[in-house]
C-alpha cells in the first residue's frame, strides 16, 4: 500500500525583530522622500502637513490595533486573505487574494524596483537609456513601448530578492533586519544634518491656501501611501515565533516607529526649506540636504531613497507571496503554488510567481495605471478587514484572542468610516479608473467559481 507523503509546512523561523523589521522596512520606501510636495500643494501650509501626517499615522495605528487582534488570534499565512475568508466567506477572501497577486501587490513590487533604478540613475545616468522600442502601442497614451536598461537592472533585483527569500524566511528575514537597521540610520543621519546642520530659512510669508475637504483627503491619500505596508506582517504570521506574542508588538511597535520618523523627517525639511519650496521640489530630502552639504548630501539621500526602497522590495516579496500560497492551500488558486520546498520550508513556487509576474509588469510600464485603478478597491477591502473585528466578535465569540484591540469598537470604526470616505472621495474624483479597477478584479470571478465547483468544500472553515 502506497504511503501518504508527508506534509510539507512553513516553518517558524521569524522572530520578533524580523517581524518589526518586515513592518519599518516595508512601510518606508520612497514616499518619505517625494510626497510632502503633493502634501503641501494640496493643503497649503506645513501646520497642515503635520496635522495630515498626523492623521494618516493615527489612523495607520487605528488599523494596526484591529489587526493586531486579527493576526493574534488568527497567525496563518495570507493574512487579509484570511481574515476576510473567516469573517465573510471565502469568496472576499478570495478577491483580496487575486487582486493582491496580480495588481496590488505585484504593482507595488514593480514600482519599487523601477524606483530603485531611477535613484541609480543619478550616478549611472545611461541606465535611462532606451534599448529597444516595441513598434507597438503599448506605452503611454498608446505610443511605442520604450525599453531601457534600467527596467533590466529592476527585474534582475526582484529576482536576486525572489532567490534570497526562496532560500529560506530566516535569511530573508535577516537581510530585512540588516537594510532595515541600515536605512534607519541613514535617515536619522538626514534629519540630524537638516535639524542640526542645516540653516533654517528666513521668515517666509504665510501664503492664503484656502483647505478644502477635497483638498485634506487629497493630502492624506498621498500620506496613507506612504504609510502603506504596516498590514504586510500579518500575511507572514504562520513563520513567526510567539505569533501570539510577537505580532502584536510588530505592528503596533512598527507604525509608532514610522509615525516619529516621518514627523522628525518633515521637521527637518521644512527647517531648511519654505513651504512653496518643499511645494515645488520634486525630491524634498535631496534639495534639503544639498542647501545643506552641496552635491554629496544629494548624493546621500540617493543611497538613502536606494536601501529603503530595497528593503521595501525585500519585504514585499517576502510577504506577498504568503497571499497566493494560501489561496492555493486553500484550493481556490492554481494548485502548484501551495507546494512548499522540502529543503527550504519556503512557498516557492509562490515567490517565484509573483516575483517573475512583478518582473514583468516592470517591462511593460503599466503597473503604475494598474496599481491606480484598484486603489479604489482595495481600501474597500481594508475597510472590511477592519470591520471584521467586530464582526467575529459576533460570529465567533469562543475564538481565543490573546490580544484584543485598545479602544474597542471606537477605534475599528474610525478606521471604516474613514476607509468609506476615501473610497467615495475617489469614486467621485476618478471614476473611470475606479469602476476599471473594480472591473479588473471581477475578473477573477470565473476563476473563483471554476475552483469553487471543483472542490466544493475547499476553503471553508467549521
Not at 488558486?333 to 513556487?349: D, Y
Not at 509576474?357 to 517591462?363: C, E, G, K
Amino acid at each position: 500500500m502506497k504511503k501518504d507523503r508527508p506534509v510539507i509546512e512553513l516553518r517558524r523561523d521569524l522572530g520578533l525583530w524580523g517581524a518589526v523589521a518586515i513592518v519599518v522596512g516595508t512601510v518606508i520606501g520612497s514616499g518619505i522622500f517625494l510626497v510632502p510636495r503633493a502634501m503641501v500643494q494640496r493643503v497649503g501650509s506645513p501646520s497642515m502637513v503635520f496635522a495630515v501626517w498626523v492623521f494618516g499615522g493615527l489612523l495607520s495605528l487605528c488599523g494596526a490595533l484591529s489587526y493586531a487582534e486579527l493576526a493574534a488570534a488568527m497567525p496563518e499565512a495570507g493574512g487579509e486573505y484570511v481574515y476576510l475568508r473567516e469573517a465573510y466567506g471565502p469568496l472576499w477572501g478570495f478577491l483580496y487574494g487575486w487582486t493582491q497577486m496580480w495588481v496590488a501587490k505585484s504593482g507595488s513590487i514593480a514600482t519599487l524596483a523601477t524606483g530603485f533604478f531611477y535613484y541609480l540613475t543619478n550616478f549611472f545616468p545611461s541606465l535611462d537609456g532606451v534599448f529597444y522600442t516595441v513598434p507597438l502601442p503599448l506605452g503611454a497614451h498608446g505610443a511605442p513601448l520604450d525599453l531601457r536598461y534600467g527596467q533590466l537592472l529592476a527585474m534582475a533585483l526582484i529576482m536576486f530578492l525572489a532567490g534570497v527569500n526562496y532560500f529560506g524566511v530566516k535569511l530573508g528575514g535577516e537581510v530585512q533586519i540588516t537594510v532595515t537597521i541600515v536605512k534607519v540610520l541613514l535617515i536619522a543621519f538626514i534629519i540630524v544634518a537638516g535639524m542640526g546642520f542645516g540653516k533654517a530659512h528666513a521668515p517666509a510669508p504665510v501664503v492664503a491656501h484656502p483647505l478644502t475637504i477635497a483638498g485634506f483627503f487629497a493630502a492624506l491619500v498621498a500620506a496613507l501611501w506612504a504609510y502603506d505596508g504596516w498590514n504586510n506582517v500579518s500575511m507572514v504570521a504562520s513563520e513567526i515565533r510567539q505569533p501570539q506574542r510577537s505580532l502584536p508588538l510588530a505592528l503596533i511597535g512598527g507604525t509608532l516607529a514610522v509615525i516619529c520618523i516621518y514627523l522628525l523627517a518633515n521637521a527637518a525639511y521644512f527647517h531648511v526649506l519654505t513651504a512653496p519650496e518643499v511645494g515645488g521640489s520634486e525630491r524634498v530630502a535631496a534639495d534639503m540636504m544639498r542647501r545643506v552639504a552641496g552635491g554629496w548630501g544629494a548624493n546621500v539621500v540617493s543611497m538613502a531613497a536606494m536601501i529603503s526602497i530595497f528593503a521595501a522590495l525585500n519585504g514585499s516579496i517576502l510577504s506577498g507571496s504568503r497571499v497566493p500560497y494560501a489561496m492555493a492551500r486553500d484550493r481556490r488558486f492554481f494548485a502548484p503554488v501551495a507546494n512548499v520546498n522540502p529543503a527550504h520550508h519556503t512557498p516557492g513556487v509562490s515567490i517565484l510567481a509573483l516575483s517573475v509576474w512583478s518582473a514583468l509588469l516592470v517591462l511593460s510600464g503599466q503597473y503604475d495605471q494598474l496599481f491606480t485603478y484598484v486603489i479604489f478597491a482595495s481600501w474597500i477591502l481594508y475597510g472590511m478587514t477592519t470591520a471584521a473585528v467586530i464582526v467575529l466578535r459576533r460570529k465567533r465569540p469562543d475564538l481565543p484572542r490573546p490580544y484584543r484591540t485598545l479602544g474597542y469598537p471606537v477605534l475599528p470604526v474610525l478606521f471604516v468610516l474613514v476607509a468609506v470616505v476615501l473610497v467615495l472621495s475617489t469614486l467621485f474624483d476618478s471614476p473611470r479608473e475606479s469602476l476599471l479597477g473594480l472591473s479588473f478584479i471581477f475578473l477573477g470571478l470565473p476563476f473563483y467559481f471554476h475552483w469553487k465547483r471543483r472542490y466544493p468544500d475547499a476553503g471553508l472553515r467549521p
